[in-house]
RNA sequence: GGCCCGUUGGUCAAGAGGUUAAGACGACGCCCUUUCACGGCGUAAUCAUGGGUUCAAUUCCCGUACGGGUCACCA
């Protein structure tokens, strides 16, 4: 593969969403660029003005920053082959598709809509493919001239060649060749002399100095057509690698009603923008190594195209979880607690309370941010709860055995000063209890943690959460289990 | 339907004629342990299929099946 001077490019329409596939594309494009030390693209195509979005290009602006995939040229920031927006560069397109009908690559059809629903119809009822019939492919000159002076309205089609075959190369699937006889001589220009998509990009691409274009593979069968429009401008073809698809399961893909078809989607349930890049550059690629943790930098690094594959890839939320869970545990304290403030205090208002401790106790344990509010609503409140909260058959703890275990802990707890209330200092005092008791860690441990928070399953044991409920809270919440325990004996 | 592409455990996948067919997630079990986790150890589970070629095919070739893509004045 080529690796001088890469220029590759991200060329999304704005339909308002960010498609995870498309962002692998994205992604994957970023990566080529920067590993080769090339420059990364933002086109913008929004030629189909019926499909307008408001907003539409901000969400690609925002989603591609918030992952960092920062462009060198884009519509925005401009560059030196721009306009970076399709619908800004509709008056170039016309000339080229002239110049190709000058040079015999291509011609005026004056077919209408309606005879080609005609046609088609009559092919699909002979069961043939429906393709252009050739109609005006070879109109006399005359006829021509005198239809354009009429202004009789008219596309330019592409001059497939009759015979021959065309090959294309593709760095993943290798040489692909195609008969000429099965292309259609496509619309390069539609009547309102505006560019197909296909003969935009092209052109694009090529006033661009796109050098590597990375696509979906929903493009590969149109690539021979593309080969055959360099070729018509004697124009460099640039190399292709076309990705496969992202698929929900064996048969659908990722779509919109799954609801985890967006960038935006995962952002929302809790995903670490950085873990759904290293999931998403996984599903589709293998790097060499055993590594399976990238950041952004380190797939740069990393990558190489042999790595992809070239059949779909199933999506798997639960891997993704893993991986974000991953990248949870690894990250600072710093800044796993600067993520999860946000969604501890959904749950959670209480400013006294101990919030390193309770962040050094969620990380471990947190898969997915979204997670968290529900782990820490114990917190400003203690649940009813019932005794049988104390059992435990491994640490034979239960109601009868938890109320001398607490007994015994709360003047201990007792006997802490005030600023004396850290984890450290707790865990010195209650071992030094358990160790003059003689009994199990659990013993006591066990109905501690159960009593300050009223549930089976809590981050952080007894000594922890005491740390972070405070002093007086954590007394109080021992008194009241205390009372119950009681009662109930 | 024509053409194009693909098919290794449940999922992502390594593998490039000779391998005990990696690894990860998930599952299950064990250890650690003050719950739940983290961490550690281990178990089960894969070459779609039929023919070739070859001393030897997951690997190369052909067919079949299955899946996907594409056949617009959409992008």
Partial sequence: MNTENVRTRFAPSPTGFMHIGNLRTALYTYIIAKKYGGKFILRIEDTDQGRFVEGATEVIYDTLRKCGLNWDE????????????????????????????????????????????QVHEEQKAKG???????????????EVDRLLAEGVPYVIRQKIPLDG?????????????????????????KADGMPTYNFANVVDDHLMGITHVVRGNEYLSSAPKYNLLYEAFGWEIPEYIHVERIMRDATHKLAKRDGDAYFGDFVEKGYYIPAILNYIALLGWAPKGEQEIFSLDELIA????????KSPAIFDPVKMTAINAEWLRKISHEEFKELALPYIR?????????????????????ELLSDIPEKVDFIDQLREYDNELFFNKKMKTNAETALPALQAVLPVLEGIADGDWTEEKIHAAVFAEIEKLGVKNGWVLLPMRAALSGKAMTPGGGIELAAILGKTESLSRIKMALEKLGQQN
């Fill in 302 to 309: 990393e990558f190489d195209i042999g790595g992809l594959s």
């Fill in 128 to 142: 043939i493919t429906p393709t252009y019939d050739r109609h005006c492919r070879d109109l006399p000159k005359e």
């Fill in 165 to 189: 075959e065309t090959t294309f190369h593709d760095e993943l699937y290798g040489d692909i060749t195609v008969p000429n006889a099965d292309l259609d001589d496509q619309i390069l220009l």
């Fill in 74 to 117: 884009g519509p925005d920031i401009g560059g030196p082959v721009g306009p970076y927006v399709q619908s800004e560069r509709m008056g170039i397109f016309k000339q080229y598709a002239e110049q190709l009908v000058k040079s015999g690559h291509a011609y005026y059809c004056f077919c209408t809509k309606e005879r080609m629903e």
């Fill in 346 to 366: 959904q749950t959670c208002k209480r400013e006294d309370i101990d919030i390193d401790v309770l962040v050094k106790t969620l990380q471990p344990r947190t």
